[in-house]
């Protein structure tokens, strides 16, 4: 089962303009992880928000979560060509639950 | 750097042959992950491990089987190959106090 699904599914910008991308989740969880994948690649870890925190920054990343709407936003400011990639969000799932499940991704084009 | 290898980046079979593709983390992580990725359908978990010689079935398990003897090498199997298991196949790691996975640069799987 996916549970944390990315809105929009792609997103197409302008270098230097900022990204959003949102991911809804379904149950209750003890945090939320951000991944980024380049064509054809694996994916790499940007950033982990637990539960108890609302806002995480990491250089141009900046991540909020929001538990009461099941819902967090990753914002990627001053947006460069290189930060063309598909962008995942993962949950680990409170209640005992250690599966990890992926939503389907946000295609985001930056043009140069 | 935490690094998960896998055994290759592109592989061609034929229906009905038996797959093994492997993967192999060096940062002595407990819970090895098997995804597939395709188009539209994001991350699907297809199986895996809290521990050595300890396996849990994910989303899609059907086709497939996997192998933990040793803590880093988690061996996914495909026990005849069929055409609707051509993908990309994703092994990731994580130790279970530090909750980020790391990704292998995935295999991408044809079978003809």
Redesign the interface.
Known sequence: SQQGEEDPQALSIQEGENATMNCSYKTSINNLQWYRQNSGRGLVHLILIRSNEREKHSGRLRVTLDTSKKSSSLLITASRAADTASYFCATDASGGSYIPTFGRGTSLIVHP | DVK?TQSSRYLVKRTGEKVFLECVQDMDHE?M?W?RQDP??????IY?S?DVKMK?K??IPEGYSVSREKKERFSLILESASTNQTS?Y?C?S?SVEW????????T?LTVL
């Open positions: 998960v819970n992950f995804y539209g359908l994001g991350l699907r978990l895996f809290y849990e994910g989303d990309m994703l990731a994580r909750r980020e996975r790391f990704f292998g640069p995935g991408r």
